[in-house]
């Protein structure tokens, strides 16, 4: 084995070169909503993709995280890591690193080279977790010199900085279509308004020959599939199935998430690109999932795709789709949902609340037109996605053989 290590290199454990501190959750009564305290980080939900996003703060934790350590997930799902930006809380969940030498960018990347291995190790029956002795023992090899570690630091590195820079741009675009939501049908300053009188309805003054509707007169809500972890295939092999982890905090698709489905399924769990689908369930603590909306992305290759029993999808009419998806981004529709929800830990939402959802309908000819509008900034979006999407593809196919030294730089 050791001839296999390359020049200026050794094995070595991870006790060997970090520091770990184990997360340990304070007393619930010092959690809030409010901001104040440190961030607080419990879970896997409070990971971004490369920065933690707190939803709690803490006014008196029981186990604090530096700036610029690395939070690794020490439970269900085990091996997920971040960059910590500030002095924060961590709980049980969570445990922070850091090199010995300072070096902790490449230590993000060294763990992030480990995830099959945490896995694999990871015990517990309700949910997967890797305790302190587990990391410690964890077997890698690295440079022996912190220059080569900060050169694939800094190689691995401009992928996601690129992939971050093209978020930004789809960040943009996506608040230049809601703004044209809100123009429009918000503060109905919509193209030609001047000459549209106002009129008394049950949600107030809507413009002329405008109709108060419900979202079942305009839509179908179908159901996903409930299935068991064995019919799972974490070889990519099956259909790709859209579950909780595809929603990003605050409503929009996040790729990564796909699961593949072997068992059976009906006709009524598929979707197709462009597709609405929405979270009926949530496991984030300030329900930050639950009610929101996503677009099935128009750049996948898969022809057949499933929802999961906590995604329902919605079934309507063309015209009607880019409407109704901002409609259910605005803060209004997703605040509702949230407070319309049941259960502790877990929350669930009935379709019935937005079944019944109440809005103003625009007539058709107007739909039309914001259709044109926003068409194009889904295609911009769709072409940085497919770029990041091959980034990221990149990425993870030069990360364990940089980390191995199979490629030097």
């Excluded at 070096?103 to 694999?120: T, V």
């Excluded at 230049?176 to 000459?195: D, L, N, S, T, Y």
């Excluded at 699961?259 to 929405?278: A, H, M, R």
């Excluded at 091959?390 to 990425?395: C, D, I, N």
Aim: aromatic letters at 10%.
């Amino acid at each position: 084995m050791q001839s296999q290590i390359p020049e200026n290199w050794r094995k070595i454990y991870l006790g060997n070169v970090t520091v770990i501190n184990m997360g340990q959750s304070p007393s619930s009564k010092f959690y809030n909503t409010e901001g104040e305290g440190l961030p607080f980080y419990q879970g896997v939900t409070d990971f971004g993709e490369k920065y933690p996003t707190p939803s709690l703060y803490c006014s008196q934790p029981a186990r604090t995280a530096e700036p610029g350590t690395v939070l690794f997930s020490v439970r269900a799902p085990v091996g997920d890591v971040n960059l910590n930006t500030e002095k924060s809380c961590i709980g049980r969940g969570v445990a922070a690193l850091e090199m010995k030498n300072g070096n902790n960018n490449y230590l993000y990347f060294l763990l992030q080279s480990q995830r099959k291995y945490f896995k694999s190790v990871a015990g517990g029956t309700t949910y997967e977790s890797i305790n302190k002795d587990q990391i410690e023992d964890t077997e890698v090899v690295v440079p022996e010199s912190k220059e080569e570690q900060e050169k694939i630091t800094s190689f691995i590195s401009a992928f996601d900085d690129k992939i971050e820079v093209n978020n930004k741009i789809n960040k943009t675009l996506e608040d230049m279509a809601q703004a044209i939501f809100k123009e429009w049908f918000v503060k109905f300053r919509f193209p030609g308004h001047e000459k549209v009188k106002m009129v008394d309805s049950e949600l107030g003054k809507i413009p002329n020959g405008w109709e108060i509707k419900q979202v079942k007169d305009i839509a179908k809500l179908n159901k996903g599939l409930s299935y068991s972890s064995k019919e799972i295939n974490n070889n990519s092999e099956g259909l790709p199935m859209i579950n909780l982890a595809n929603f990003q905090r605050g409503g929009g698709f996040n790729p990564s998430g796909i699961k593949f489905y072997t068992g059976k399924y009906k006709t009524s769990n598929l979707v197709e690109p462009g597709d609405v689908v929405i979270a009926m369930t949530d496991l984030t603590s300030n329900r930050e999932v639950i009610g929101h909306p996503a677009r099935v992305p128009s750049y996948t290759i898969w022809k057949e795709i499933l929802i999961s029993l906590d995604v329902c999808s919605l079934d309507i009419e063309e015209i009607y789709t880019e409407f109704l998806y901002y409609l259910m981004m605005r803060n209004e529709f997703s605040y509702l949902m949230a407070s319309s929800t049941g259960g502790t830990n877990v929350a669930h939402l009935s379709s019935k609340f937005i079944e019944n959802y109440e809005f103003v309908l625009p007539g058709k000819e107007l739909l039309k037109k914001f259709k044109e509008q926003i068409i194009p900034i889904y295609q911009k979006k769709n072409l940085i996605e497919i770029e990041n999407q091959k980034l990221a593809e990149m990425r993870d196919l030069l990360l364990p053989k940089l980390m191995k030294g199979e490629i030097r730089v």
